[in-house]
Nanobody, 123 residues
Framework: QVQLVESGGGLVQVGGSLTLSCAAS????????MGWFRQAPGKDREFVAS????????YYVASVKGRFTISRDNAKNTGYLQMDSLKPEDTAVYYC????????????????WGQGTQVTVSS
């Protein structure tokens, strides 16, 4: 089993930056792909970004390409999502997730989830 805890959410102005962290338990974190998803009020959970277990490949939803960067530090059992040039439409609860199989873009294919952290981008 893998336990995940997100942190780093908060309130930021349009155009600002925020970095989210996802702390994972267990010695096998380095074998899991990691993904970030977000959910705004009244909307479905949306794929944001994912990274392979080794960190060798990353994937992003089109709306965040060039603005968000997913990364991981396996020695620290921690994943990150750096968010730059934030927009009001980025406002959502952000969740990190882990998959033992691959860096999927579909939420149902992830086995483990964090509790979520709120990101609010104000105008």
């Amino acid at each position: 089993q893998v336990q995940l805890v997100e942190s780093g959410g908060g309130l930021v102005q349009v155009g600002g930056s925020l970095t989210l962290s996802c702390a994972a338990s267990g010695r096998t974190f380095s074998t899991y792909a990691m993904g970030w998803f977000r959910q705004a009020p009244g909307k479905d959970r949306e794929f944001v970004a994912s990274i392979t277990a080794s960190g060798g490949a990353t994937y992003y939803v089109a709306s965040v390409k060039g603005r968000f960067t997913i990364s991981r530090d396996n020695a620290k059992n921690t994943g990150y999502l750096q968010m730059d040039s934030l927009k009001p439409e980025d406002t959502a609860v952000y969740y990190c997730a882990a998959s033992p199989a691959g860096a999927f873009t579909t939420s149902r294919l992830y086995n483990y989830w964090g509790q979520g952290t709120q990101v609010t981008v104000s105008s």
